[in-house]
T-cell receptor, first 113, second 110 residues
Framework: NAGVTQTPKFQVLKTGQSMTLQCAQD?????MSWYRQDPGMGLRLIHY???????DQGEVPNGYNVSRSTTEDFPLRLLSAAPSQTSVYFC????????????FGSGTRLTVV | QQQVKQSPQSLIVQKGGIPIINCAYE??????FPWYQQFPGKGPALLIA?????SEKKEGRFTISFNKSAKQFSLHIMDSQPGDSATYFC?????????FGTGTRLTIIP
């Protein structure tokens, strides 16, 4: 099915561990973003990309790295997991945000213990 | 900082009523204002969007009202149904950076 695919769906990490959340889209979208969703705080932008090789920071980038080597993939790396990074992470893509909005994946629920 | 303020945090409405969710923004560079609907366990999905050059947009039972001078916009759901029970997010964007409100959990009771 066309869309945004996120893996894994669930993950438990120990404090200090690192991991990569995968995101892939097959719609040839230029724009991709990572958001985290926490109760009462809505969706907050972590990092975004306007095309392969181009990334920039969002509102809450600390503790996360991204790269965009292809149009399709936009992985999010947690460098040293902390309990404050317990959240639901959403990847999203768009061909033109200000005319079509973002298409979101189904999310990765991450727990850091 | 909270660039998009959304209220109420939760809302309970009887079937057939008209829930109204309000948002206010600060950044005058915002030129696109979408609303997203999210069901439990799913990612948000685009519901309806408006640009600041129009004051109202309707799509089916969903209407956005926009007041540029007050920097406010709202979502109205006509003839609400139990299937509309979800969390709703407003957002604003200058270009590709979408900033979301904190969300409204809407419950429609039969």
């Amino acid at each position: 099915n066309a869309g945004v695919t996120q893996t894994p769906k669930f993950q438990v990490l120990k404090t200090g561990q690192s991991m990569t959340l995968q995101c892939a889209q097959d719609m040839n979208h230029e724009y991709m973003s990572w958001y985290r969703q926490d109760p009462g705080m809505g969706l907050r932008l972590i990092h975004y990309s306007v095309g392969a090789g181009i990334t920039d920071q969002g509102e809450v980038p600390n503790g996360y790295n991204v790269s965009r080597s292809t149009t399709e993939d936009f992985p999010l790396r947690l460098l040293s997991a902390a309990p404050s990074q317990t959240s639901v992470y959403f990847c999203a893509s768009s061909s033109a945000v200000s005319s079509g909005g973002y298409t979101f994946g189904s999310g990765t629920r991450l727990t850091v213990v | 900082q909270q660039q998009v303020k959304q209220s109420p945090q939760s809302l309970i409405v009887q079937k057939g009523g008209i829930p109204i969710i309000n948002c206010a923004y600060e950044n005058t560079a915002f030129d696109y204002f979408p609303w997203y609907q999210q069901f439990p366990g799913k990612g948000p999905a685009l519901l309806i969007a408006i640009r600041p050059d129009v004051s109202e947009k309707k799509e089916g039972r969903f209407t956005i009202s926009f007041n540029k001078s007050a920097k406010q916009f709202s979502l109205h759901i006509m003839d609400s149904q139990p299937g509309d029970s979800a969390t709703y997010f407003c957002a604003g964007a200058p270009g590709e950076k979408l900033t979301f409100g904190t969300g409204t959990r809407l419950t429609i009771i039969p």
